[in-house]
Structure formats: C-alpha cells, structure tokens
C-alpha cells in the first residue's frame, strides 16, 4: 500500500507590520480575505490553499525569514502594467518577481508555465 502524499493546504508568514502587510495582499494583489483578527493575523483565499499573515510574536515557534509565495497570473505584461512596474524587482516574458512589505519573494508565473 502506498502512503498517500501530503497535500499543499497553505502557508504563514510574519510580519512586523501586518497592516502594511494585509494591504500588499488585499489590495496590490487582489486576494480577498477570508478571516481576520486585526491585532493577530489576516488570512487570504487563494484557491489552492490559504496565505496566513501573522503578526511577529504572536506564536511561540517563529519561522525562519526566507519565503516564496507563488502565484499564476494570465498576463505578466497585464499584471505588472496594473500593480506598476516599479514594484518589481525582476520582470522576464513569463514571470515576475516583487516583494511584499516585509521582503519576502512573491514570483508570479504566466498561467501554463508552472
């Protein structure tokens, strides 16, 4: 009998400031929140798993600081004309990177190419 593979559900990442944060997401990006405790945390919908922004010490096990979100975007060109080139920190034909407010990686990727 095979062990069944663990499936991808979602992902945490903290912030010093989770105002700015919940705005880069919310509103550059377009993720619309699913759940939230203002002072704690605010989580996203993404559709294939959730993104969790939580607070910086308001856990008792914190995470190392390296992170990359992925997310697939129709159109690079589209996407980067909408949230402004200057976000970005390298834009190629068929993905883009730019970093949240607290400098973590968010890659985009032209549908189909992941």
């Not at 993404?46 to 008792?60: H, Q, V, Y």
Request: hydrophobic share 35%; net charge negative; with cysteine.
């Amino acid at each position: 009998m095979t062990k069944p593979e663990p499936k991808f559900v979602g992902v945490e990442l903290y912030f010093e400031h989770l105002p700015e944060a919940r705005h880069f997401y919310n509103e550059v990006l377009g993720l619309q929140v699913a759940e939230e405790e203002s002072e704690r945390f605010t989580k996203f919908d993404s559709g294939a798993g959730f993104i969790c922004l939580e607070r910086k010490g308001s856990e008792n096990y914190p995470s190392r600081d390296k992170a990359v979100l992925f997310f697939e975007v129709e159109s690079i060109a589209e996407t980067v004309a909408r949230i402004g080139r200057e976000r970005f920190v390298t834009v190629e034909e068929n993905w883009a990177v730019l970093y949240d407010p607290e400098g973590h990686n968010v890659l985009l990727l032209k549908r189909g190419q992941s």
